[in-house]
């Protein structure tokens, strides 16, 4: 209890403020810094590689026993890069919902047979 009484008084409560927070920065904010981003990058690459070396392909990740389909709204599809990135995401196998404002640019997309 004397320390504690010691270590709350002029000028002393300073200088063990000033220690504390120049260890807690200068030494351990920069480890963890350094060594977070590294963790979160082993911990995915484990995950996505199987015991015996191989990689998982795409759909051993989504689950098991059911298939997930990824889905993208996209705007504006009437042209342009709205229009091509609609039909690059439909032929990478994601249900695309093409909002467009003329319907003639809806039937080219019917006309493709894809999934938008």
């Not at 320390?3 to 002393?12: G, S």
């Not at 990689?55 to 889905?71: F, H, N, S, T, Y």
């Not at 042209?79 to 909002?99: D, M, P, Q, R, W």
Request: overall charge neutral; charged content about 15%; proline content about 3%.
């Amino acid at each position: 209890q004397q320390l504690n009484v010691w270590a709350h008084q002029e000028p002393f409560d300073r200088i063990i403020f000033t220690l504390y927070w120049f260890f807690v920065l200068g030494f351990f904010a920069p480890i963890v810094a350094m060594t977070l981003p590294w963790l979160f990058l082993f911990e995915t690459v484990r995950q996505k590689i199987n015991k015996d070396g191989t990689i998982q392909p795409k759909e051993a990740l989504q689950g098991v026993g059911r298939k997930m389909q990824l889905a993208v709204v996209i705007s504006g599809c009437d042209s342009g890069i709205g229009k091509e990135l609609a039909t690059c995401l439909a032929l990478e196998g994601f249900v695309v919902f093409a909002g467009c404002l003329k319907s003639e640019s809806l039937d080219n997309f019917k006309t493709m047979g894809s999934s938008i």
